[in-house]
């Protein structure tokens, strides 16, 4: 089955700086990429996703880019803000099996004000 | 527009006590997928319903089923439970619509096995 590797575990960067998180992915057939968002307690929320045909996606200061060859994509949040700290995971998954995800083990991003 | 719901919050169990938890999908949505959290880890698939069959299934023990109503909604059921089993569940759902790829979470089931 597929196999999702994320890094690093752990992020601190300071309020305005950037982050990015990366995530690479082992099953050729993979062709959605989601991001979540979870705040301590919270459901996973989803703050933006990528399809294999398209390299990169933005949503004002986050951006997700894929490598298909490479296998690996990544999580680019801009002007960081307190309020982004949270747990990020990354996930893969194949549309025409049903879309089940699967998660990286997830990085917990601290923005220090 | 209602979001996708679970119920109960929280439950705790003992070992080999079995367990029931619930979820109502997003509205329109008709497809329901199941997950496990463990504390620091990232979601595991469980399973997914759509017309009221498993269609898939991850690597799960047969002491986890589950169901789907004509409703859409889906419980997941938890035999003999062990203290591993201790997580959060989490449901999703989605639409089987060709071009929808997006899971809504709900806030999740935190079950405590003692």
């Known amino acids: 089955g597929e196999n999702v590797e994320q890094h690093p575990s752990t992020l601190s960067v300071q309020e305005g700086d950037s982050a990015v998180i990366k995530c690479t992915y082992s099953d050729s057939a993979s062709n959605y990429f989601p991001w979540y968002k979870q705040e301590l307690g919270k459901r996973p929320q989803l703050i933006i996703d990528i399809r294999s045909n398209v390299g990169e996606k933005k949503d004002q200061r986050i951006a997700v880019t894929l490598n298909k060859t490479a296998k690996h994509f990544s999580l680019h949040i801009t002007e960081t803000q307190p309020a982004d700290s949270a747990v990020y995971f990354c996930a893969a998954s194949i549309r025409s099996s049903g879309n089940n995800l699967f998660f990286g083990t997830g990085t917990r991003l601290t923005v220090i004000p | 527009d209602a979001g996708v719901t679970q119920s109960p919050t929280h439950l705790i169990k003992t070992r080999g006590q079995q367990v029931t938890l619930r979820c109502s999908p997003k509205?329109?949505?008709?497809?329901v997928s199941w997950y496990q959290q463990a504390l620091g880890q990232g979601p595991q698939f469980i399973f997914q319903y759509y017309e009221e069959e498993e269609r898939q299934r991850g690597n799960f023990p047969d002491r986890f089923s589950g169901h789907q109503f004509p409703n859409y909604s889906s419980e997941l059921n938890v035999n003999a439970l062990l203290l591993g089993d201790s997580a959060l569940y989490l449901c999703?759902?989605?639409?089987?619509?060709?071009?929808?790829?997006?899971?809504?979470f709900g806030p999740g089931t935190r079950l405590t096995v003692l």
């Open positions: 999703a759902s989605s639409t089987s619509g060709s071009t929808v790829d997006t899971q809504y």
């Open positions: 509205s329109g949505h008709d497809t």
